[in-house]
């Protein structure tokens, strides 16, 4: 099995919120599936659907730790396994950012995605797709080298 990881922050809006000014516990499902469409890569995963193969999640399972509000600013980091296997899981966090640290973590979860043809039914990872996953990892893992060096300074 291989890794990959990445991080993608983004800044919460009032839309994001419900009316005690926290976000709504359901965006954080948004904010997971944005970070690992990020980290697939998203005209990657477009031409991947026209080629016949997408993914759908399987299983997701969020732990609540600490609210985020309006005009905060969040970073998703998502870190999935990937094989011939047709499932991928994730290990995915989301984290305040308080000067340019992530400080907090506020959401915890594991999700898993599982590869599916045309028909909807399972497929084992096609050899494509895992050498994709395999050098975006490389690329991927250079930028979180980047930024733990950053948010350690």
Do not use: W
Not at 91 to 107: A, F, R
Request: aromatic letters at 12%.
């Amino acid at each position: 099995m291989d890794l990959i990881r990445h991080q993608v922050d983004f800044h919460i809006y009032y839309e994001d919120t419900d009316l005690s000014g926290f976000v709504y516990h359901s965006n954080y499902l948004k904010y997971f599936e944005r970070g690992r469409e990020h980290l697939i890569g998203v005209e990657y995963l477009a031409n991947l659907y026209k080629s016949g193969v997408h993914f759908v999640v399987s299983k997701a399972e969020l732990n609540y730790h600490f609210p985020a509000k309006h005009g905060d600013r969040i970073a998703v980091v998502s870190e999935g396994t990937f094989s011939k296997s047709p499932a991928i899981p994730f290990k995915q966090s989301c984290y305040l950012i308080e000067n340019d640290q992530l400080t907090k973590e506020l959401v915890s979860g594991q999700v898993t995605i599982v590869a599916l043809n045309m028909e909807n039914r399972p497929v084992r990872m096609p050899e494509q797709v895992i050498k994709y996953f395999q050098s975006r990892a490389n690329i991927l893992e250079q930028d979180m080298q980047s930024i733990n060096i950053r948010n350690n300074q």
